[in-house]
């Protein structure tokens, strides 16, 4: 027997939950915990070359990839050294689940256009502050993807004597 109060969600939100469901950050979370987050995606549109953001800026926002790819890179000797490039489906910028955290790495769109999904930090910040379920499971998962790349540094560390390619360590 259906249940007539409970919540239904249509056909686009769905899509939008697949789409969540496949990044890292969101995949533990339901649709009901995901749909607190749907009136604060605003979409973004980017242009080859245009930067999303550079190292050392404030991390105000969460940024999901719709559509594009985009390099990471880290600022070295007065250049920008690769690190890896992402596409669809990737968040960047998970600092912004924590308090007063500044970019680690500078993100640029390579492809001829980027879409983005951008969710401001004071929105995240909200929903943290009235859903404890939604902010644990969220920051286990970034507990464990800063876990994977201290890992990464470790064994590329280790297997190059401390000569090593930082691109080793961002999986793409």
């Keep these: 027997m259906n249940n007539p109060f409970k919540k239904t969600f249509t056909p686009e939100q769905h899509d939008l939950f697949l789409y969540l469901s496949r990044i890292d950050l969101f995949s533990t979370l339901n649709y009901k915990q995901m749909s607190l987050f749907l009136p604060f995606m605003y979409e973004r549109k980017y242009e080859q070359d245009e930067v999303v953001f550079f190292r050392n800026d404030p991390s105000h926002a969460l940024y999901l990839i719709k ?28 600092s912004c689940l924590l308090r007063n955290t500044k970019r680690l790495l500078n993100a640029f769109v390579v492809s001829e ?57 961002y999986r793409g």
């Design 113 to 169: 256009k980027a879409e983005f999904y951008v969710i401001p930090q004071d929105n995240i910040f909200d929903i943290f502050e009235n859903n404890i379920k939604i902010k644990t499971r969220m920051l286990e998962v970034l507990a464990e993807v800063y876990n994977e790349y201290n890992s990464n540094v470790f064994k590329a560390y280790k297997s190059s004597m401390g000569f090593f390619n930082l691109s080793q360590v």
């Design 67 to 94: 559509k594009g790819e985009i390099a990471l890179t880290i600022d070295v000797n007065e250049r920008f050294e690769d690190l890896t490039k992402v596409g669809p489906g990737v968040a960047l910028g998970e």
